[in-house]
């Protein structure tokens, strides 16, 4: 996911560093490069620096990232999430917070699958799908709950002890 909005586009590279770019990609190519022109295909030949000195030419200029912060969060309609953290990275859903409840199996005085702890007829029975909180994922209330239970267990405070 990307937010074009932020794009450095005020950086104007010369032809040392456009060949020097060329150059990284043609030598971390896995298979083959194309070029406009044939002498653009060895870039090679035109630079005259070491490996680690290129790396300069890939950093951006430092007057341009103030805009840039660090984590993304992205919310669709259907009400899932994406993250990503500063360098891109996304996590795995975590299958330990996915729940599978089948609401016709769900009677009016059970709690409700939402995971606000209230009864289903009063919380999201006469509530349209679309516009009920996901059903899928364990709430923060469930999780909180969750991880109670997990320290009473290492307390032992569920086994009686106290």
């Known amino acids: 996911m990307v937010n074009t909005i932020e794009f450095i586009n005020t950086r104007k590279l010369n032809a040392d560093e456009v060949t020097q770019i060329n150059h990284i990609i043609k030598s971390r190519a896995k298979a083959s490069v194309a070029a406009g022109k044939k002498e653009w295909l060895y870039p090679e030949n035109d630079v005259a620096c070491d490996w680690a000195d290129l790396r300069h030419v890939l950093l951006p200029p430092s007057g341009e990232l103030h805009r840039y912060g660090g984590e993304m969060f992205a919310q669709f309609e259907d009400g899932s999430v994406h993250y990503q953290d500063a360098f891109g990275r996304t996590t795995p859903q975590n299958e330990y917070l996915n729940k599978n409840i089948d609401e016709a199996q769900i009677g009016r005085n059970d709690?409700?699958?939402?995971?606000?702890?209230?009864?289903?007829?009063?919380?999201?029975?006469?509530?349209?799908?679309?516009?009920?909180?996901?059903?899928?994922?364990?709430?923060?209330?469930?999780?909180?709950?969750?991880?109670?239970?997990?320290?009473?267990d290492v307390l032992g405070l569920n086994s009686g002890k106290t």
């Open 111 to 152: 709690l409700c699958g939402c995971g606000s702890g209230r009864k289903y007829k009063s919380c999201c029975r006469n509530v349209p799908g679309d516009l009920r909180t996901t059903w899928d994922v364990a709430s923060i209330r469930e999780r909180n709950l969750a991880f109670c239970n997990c320290i009473r």
